[in-house]
């Protein structure tokens, strides 16, 4: 079977910065495969049309600019809040308020964005919206290990994790 839309693919990756030569940032082995739908928002458009019509066995290997995957960088995605919006119900300042930290923000609308610390100062703490790949040039490499047919307990749970809601890889769809 040939990967499309509305099928499950498990596959390897591993995804370097810019070029095969470049930076190791995430992957994926065989060990532990990624299996999604395809079709479905959980890949990157890009790398679903990179992978359109391989098969079990087939290897890839793909480059993608920072417009193609997870977006340019964006200045206006950095805000500046008071330090107060960490302080704990003791009065204290949050150990989660620390620079290089990944914290999960409602930002208003009943949506939660992850923001990373990027400066903590006297009174002001700076927080990143941007993706942590946005502005990188990315390469993808790997293989498909299986396709197979979207089965109804794959749509489960509200999320597209691919787990049938039963999953513990803490995706929060499923919870």
């Given at each position: ?31 532990y495969p990624l299996e999604g739908i395809f079709g479905h928002g959980m890949f990157l458009p890009r790398f679903e049309e990179n992978l359109q019509g391989l098969e079990p066995g087939d290897t890839f290997g793909f480059h993608l600019t920072p417009a193609e995957g997870y977006g ?104």
């Open positions: 079977m040939k990967v499309a839309n509305n099928t499950v693919v498990t596959l390897t990756y591993t995804l370097h910065n810019d070029t095969k030569d470049g930076a190791v940032i995430d992957q994926a082995t065989k060990e340019e960088r964006n200045e206006e995605m950095i805000y500046t809040v008071k330090k107060d919006m960490f302080i704990d119900e003791n009065g204290k300042l949050s150990e989660l308020c620390k620079e290089g930290n990944t914290l999960q923000f409602n930002v208003g609308d009943g949506n939660i964005m992850p923001g990373t610390i990027k400066k903590v100062s006297l009174e002001l703490v700076e927080i990143d919206f941007n993706h942590q790949l946005a502005g990188v040039p990315l390469y993808f490499e790997g293989e498909i290990l299986n396709v197979r047919e979207l089965r109804e307990e794959d749509m489960r749970g509200g999320c597209n994790c691919g787990c049938g809601g039963n999953c513990d890889s803490g995706c929060e769809g499923c919870k």
